[in-house]
């Protein structure tokens, strides 16, 4: 799709999660618009810091789950050097027993499974987790989704969870901008805004701010205004950073506490200086310049 954009010379709002596409496949055409896997293992390690000491690694046996597994032994030595790694395994995409890894986490003795496991494997993480017995917190980026939570809410009880919104956010923004949803939706599938919903709104509505003041999609009069533009969103104030592209934003943590909507604690939001990645580590000559 970058290549597609660029030989077309429009804008390539890309919303999924990739190092690679700030960093060494780069595309002056393209803006990241999701947080990348070390903005998020940088996060999920943080929200873990306080609380646990050995780690097992579980992701999906794939570019992102092995780009995910690299930046959380990355994060882990960098904020917890005291803490161990018990584990680091890979399970097969779309697997339909996830027993064979649960067993070894349990025996690891892990406080902590960090897994980057989403749509069916991370739901059937949380049901075996819970039948086998097995006590390590889950810590993970798509239980975030209500409807994760609603398929099995006593599987899902204690996880902890971060995304680009939390369904229980009480900033001003996300207040008004659920109650717009309810009202619209509230006879739908979806009657509260999911993290999908709410980051799609957050990121259409910050280029669509950029039109406006370019009066102009034309990437050559798109891309100065973008570069480098604050929004405020339903989490605070973000902002795309010049050099690569890459949206910068508070990220809310949360836990599951309860088997009812809406499943979750009240945010501890993580500010942009605790998941932004340093101009220099990332692979683009845009940044290592500066």
């Known amino acids: 799709v970058s ?14 999660q990739s190092d690679e596409a700030t960093g060494k496949d780069f595309s002056y055409h393209s803006i990241a618009l999701f947080f990348n896997p070390s903005m998020m293992a940088r996060g999920m390690v943080a929200a873990a810091k306080n609380k646990f000491r050995k780690f097992y690694l579980l992701n999906q046996d794939y570019v992102f789950g092995h780009s995910n597994s690299k930046a959380f ?44 496991n989403y749509g069916p494997d991370i739901s059937i993480l949380l049901k075996q987790r819970l039948e086998l017995g097995v006590k390590a917190t889950v810590i993970n980026h798509a239980v975030i989704e209500p409807k994760v939570v609603r398929e099995n809410p006593e599987a899902a009880l204690g996880s902890i969870t971060l995304g680009m919104f939390a369904t229980t956010t009480t900033t001003k923004e996300a207040v008004d901008f659920t109650s717009r ?22 990121d259409t509505m910050f280029v669509l ?39 910068q934003t508070p990220i809310p943590v949360v836990t599951v506490v309860s088997t009812k909507p809406p499943y979750f604690s009240a945010p501890v939001m993580l500010p942009i200086s605790a998941t932004i990645i340093d101009e220099k580590d990332v692979e683009n000559d845009r940044c290592r310049r500066k």
């Open 3 to 16: 290549e597609v954009t660029k030989q077309y010379d429009i804008l390539h709002m890309n919303m999924t």
């Open 73 to 116: 032994k990355k994060e882990i030595e960098r904020q917890i050097p005291d803490a161990q790694i018990v584990g680091n395994d890979f399970c097969p995409l779309w697997g339909k027993d996830l027993s064979p890894f649960l067993t070894k986490i349990k025996a690891s003795g892990a406080d902590v499974i960090l897994t980057t």
């Open 181 to 202: 949803w309810k009202n619209r939706y509230k006879d739908g599938s979806y009657p509260e805004p999911d993290t999908v919903s709410a980051k799609t709104y957050m």
């Open 209 to 247: 701010e950029g039109i406006k003041k370019a009066q102009s999609v034309k990437v050559d009069k798109l891309m100065p205004v973008l570069e480098g533009m604050h929004q405020k969103s339903l989490n605070g104030e973000m902002y795309l950073r010049a050099c690569d592209h890459q949206l």
